[in-house]
């Protein structure tokens, strides 16, 4: 049984942090002159408090963190931070409504992106922080998540990574994983500055410029403007974001290599490859279409291709044009990079390429199989054979996938959503994206969903984001025994 | 390398079956006083002509059929005998266009029961008995591939049912497999001449009821009416149907235990429980809905829901009611039942129950094997252990099922098909249903779809008959070495 203390004293650190975060958006609310610096303050106290209190009521626990507390923290960790993180937002005023806000704040710790927003360029600049700042704080629990974490716990797969990472033991969270964070969150911090730097550069504004950051390398997508990044016609700033984009759907282990020069161990990897590969082709699919059937010219159609690809597959969800504005065939294109997902490892959410590329290779190793009845044929990823049992549990976790997306494809459909809504919506929120199909399209939001909609695809982006296991594990019984 | 010379020859006895069979229609056609006799001998005597020809050619053949030979004459057979089997149409006129011809024979052989046909009712009792026999001589062959051909060739999970049947020995197709097919055979006899003799009893005409319990013990779906089973208003003949499509998608060796009063056999199958417990668990939900959502009583929303309920997890594709005149939340669950299929070992294609149910229970032994990492826990099916290769192979197949209806949703949009259409066309192709969503829904046809359009859905008829693999080894270049 997992040690409600354990969880207790970690989440109170965490919260500490989180509310000294809220508080970030204080100066910001000084600079522009704006009226709700008072909320800021109440909201990061109060959240500082909370933190203050569980950590000293559980000063006594000596902290051993086994793999079960390790679940319990993770899932609850998302889930108070969501909490909390509405405070801004109510007490402001800015969304009155306490669903919306959990909805809008779980969708940003989610690196989600799907709003409830109509009003965004409204918002005070301190609100507008605090929200994307919401996103970039998600996207670095994530990469300490997915890189530290998960591989430990031996969740769908992501043991293939844990090797490559100087890190932990597998029996418990080592203290060595301080170190290992640190410098992967070093890495996001350098692209999360380069980003401002090249965005301020170009025409965007620095406010603009910094917000938009750290929604790019959370793979978040919250923008600072209703009209997504389409509100900027500029090609440099959608270049610039897709790379960065890119960047951000890449694994981070292989961003620490590249930045050591070791480019040969990044060409090595063979998901980053595939990532590449998948990117590239749909990218000049998709620009080929829209050249034929739009009136563009080829660079417009390559960049709006290039654009919605990466935004899409890395689970970003910016958008610089309506996608659903053209023709099916391509549509079902973009739909079907909604069942990608970025890199392991990466901030991205979504299936995983490592995951698609693990399953589809063990559909032909079948067939191969078949002709050689007698003959051993493993799946191999960097020309490593991969344990069966990983294969298996990665085949389980894609099949728990498309099953959760199913039955909620009913459940929102009972909330009233049409067929494909009702599939935008569940897609688009269980692989953490942000536009989906249907009624919450790009140029649409979530907001006339109803409430019980609303906490039902909060609790998809919650076990989309972790990795499914991490919270269905919770509802084993067995997981609470002894 | 597989033998030509065996594939010709076995083809060639096949052939003069065919012909054969469509010589049936000429007491038919006789009978009602029609006027295609003639073309009914031409078409049988050119198709056993052919099989002589083939037959003859490779008379010193020593007859040793080797795997990869069984690969290839399943395969090619189902298509010659469609090829071959679109004679009575065309040369009769009632479909001059070859493409469309094909499209209905391939329909048919492969007992999918989707149709090009607008004007079913114009058609000559001759050709609605051919049609209907298409479908009959298809069911024949499915359940020989999937109780004794698949499980030999190590096919999709197949291989759990093989030890089962009284049969064949794992290294060629043994002779025994005659009279095990035999077996099955007298099975399938006895359930269509009793479903005829139930119909006729009730108020269907003799003619009706023949063609009628050809394609529900196929699962095929083929109507000699436009409305198909709606065109009767009776809840007798319903019933009756809904009872037989059940036992149609119920596996045949189960079905020869019950006949021997073995009823403890039958009730300790799990796919066997799980089969009753979904149609039964659907068919309740659903007409809740209906009774809910429409103005009917008990009985005919109970009617509605388990005969449409039945008709779709069996993959037989009849219609009593429009389901796309539902509520989306009861559309979303008869388009989740797509995804289903019959049990294995019976007429009914789609992924099958069996394979599903190892999916979500690998996904559930997942979650147990996070919690105890050290232990060994296997997928139970009937109380045994399935083999880990035997559960990769399955994930595998369905891996595959997702990978092609995705791509072929892709391709059919290129063929100028809306996002619904396009998606509606695949799942109801590939699963051998007949009727899907969109434009192809329960009241409409496959008539308005492009010729390149026919020729795809046609294959995908083919592939997903033949479980995938059969069909996808053929492209695989290992297969043709050595």
């Not at 409204?122 to 591989?151: A, C, E, K, N, Y």
């Not at 500029?234 to 620490?256: C, D, K, Q, R, W």
């Not at 976790?397 to 199913?406: G, L």
């Amino acid at each position: 049984m997992p040690n409600p203390k354990t969880t207790a004293r970690i989440l109170g650190i965490l919260l500490i942090f989180e509310g000294f975060f809220m508080w970030l958006s204080i100066p910001v609310a000084l600079i522009y002159k704006e009226d709700d610096v008072l909320q800021f303050f109440i909201s990061g106290a109060i959240t500082s408090l909370a933190g203050f209190l569980a950590y000293f009521l559980t000063k006594r626990v000596h902290l051993e963190v086994t793999k079960r507390d390790g679940y319990v923290i993770v899932t609850s960790g998302w889930l108070i931070f969501s909490f909390f993180g509405t405070l801004p937002f109510i007490l402001t005023g800015s969304i009155p409504n306490f669903t919306d806000a959990f909805f809008e704040t779980i969708s940003g710790f989610t690196t989600t992106g799907a709003s409830i927003l109509n009003n965004i360029e409204d918002l005070s600049h301190g609100i507008l922080f605090w929200r994307s700042l919401t996103q970039w704080l998600g996207g670095m629990g994530i990469i300490v998540l997915s890189l530290l974490v998960l591989p430990v716990l031996g969740i769908g797969g992501m043991q293939l990574f844990a090797a490559e990472v100087p890190g932990p033991t597998p029996d418990k969270l080592h203290p060595r994983v301080k170190q290992t964070a640190k410098r992967l969150w070093g890495i996001y911090l350098i692209f999360t500055g380069a980003e401002i730097l090249l965005l301020w550069i170009g025409e965007m504004g620095l406010f603009d410029a910094v917000c938009h950051s750290f929604t790019t390398m959370a793979t978040g997508g919250y923008s600072t403007k209703q009209a997504s990044i389409a509100h900027w016609d500029s090609p440099y700033i959608h270049y610039v974001i897709t790379g960065f984009m890119f960047l951000a759907g890449t694994n981070f282990t292989l961003s620490y290599f590249g930045f050591h020069l070791k480019f040969r161990k990044v060409w090595k990897n063979e998901e980053f490859r595939y990532y590449l590969g998948f990117v590239l082709g749909f990218s000049l699919i998709i620009a080929l279409g829209l050249y034929l059937t739009t009136g563009e010219g080829v660079e417009k159609s390559f960049r709006n291709s290039i654009f919605q690809v990466v935004s899409i597959i890395t689970t970003t969800g910016y958008i610089t044009a309506d996608y659903l504005k053209w023709t099916p065939a391509l549509i079902i294109l973009i739909f079907t990079l909604m069942f990608f997902g970025g890199s392991a490892g990466s901030t991205g959410g979504g299936p995983k390429i490592m995951r698609i590329v693990v399953m589809l290779k063990n559909s032909t190793q079948e067939l191969k199989r078949l002709i050689h009845p007698n003959a051993v044929i493993p799946v191999r990823l960097n020309k490593h054979a991969v344990d069966t049992e990983v294969v298996t549990n990665i085949l389980a976790f894609i099949a728990f996938y498309a099953v959760i997306a199913i039955v909620s494809v009913f459940v929102m459909s009972l909330f009233g959503l049409d067929f494909e809504t009702a599939i935008g919506s569940v897609v688009t929120s269980l692989g953490n994206i942000g536009p989906g199909i249907g009624d919450v399209g790009p140029t649409s939001n979530f907001a006339e969903i109803s409430d019980g909609g609303k906490w039902y695809l909060s609790a998809l982006m919650l076990v989309g984001r972790l990795e499914l296991f991490t919270v269905l594990i919770l509802f084993s019984p067995a997981f609470w025994r002894k």
